[in-house]
């Protein structure tokens, strides 16, 4: 008897997990991301402008995700990963920001600038290539 309770559980429990998706449509999946940063200029000064823009697709199949905060980050000397700007994503995927140079401390400094997705209940979180930004501050002239 105990053999044959073990046995009904168990095509009970196969019988859910394959009749389930038919009842309820496709698998619950989450989705990997892909975030496309694209390059930046390599030196400023302070006080430029500088224009952000990127991509944020799923990486299986290439889908634009739109309405999605995109985070504009940097790592320098002076602070750890800094949130610089945002954006959201539009009904291509596409994102596109301006941010003035502002840099810390005097003389040169350096920034390793990259985007982020948070992700979400569908999506995975992401992360750009990394480029790098070396700002100079801006000469007074008499």
């Not at 429990?13 to 940063?37: E, K, N, S, V």
Request: glycine share 6%; hydrophobic share 40%; net charge positive.
């Amino acid at each position: 008897m105990k053999k044959f309770l073990v046995i009904t559980i168990l095509v009970v429990g196969i019988m859910i997990m394959f009749l389930q998706p038919l009842a309820f449509g496709q698998y619950y999946q989450i989705h990997h991301t892909i975030l496309i940063l694209n390059p930046i200029s390599r030196t400023a000064q302070q006080g430029d402008h500088l224009t952000f823009s990127g991509t944020l697709l799923t990486a299986d199949d290439k889908i634009p995700l739109s309405n999605r905060m995109v985070f504009i980050q940097y790592d320098s000397p002076y602070d750890w990963t800094r949130i610089r700007t945002s954006a959201t994503t539009d009904n291509n995927g596409n994102f596109v920001v301006s941010w003035t140079v502002n840099p810390k401390g005097t003389g040169i400094c350096t920034y390793n600038f990259f985007a982020k997705y948070n992700g979400d209940d569908n999506n995975f979180w992401s992360i750009s290539k990394q480029f790098l930004l070396n700002v100079t501050p801006r000469s007074i002239k008499n």
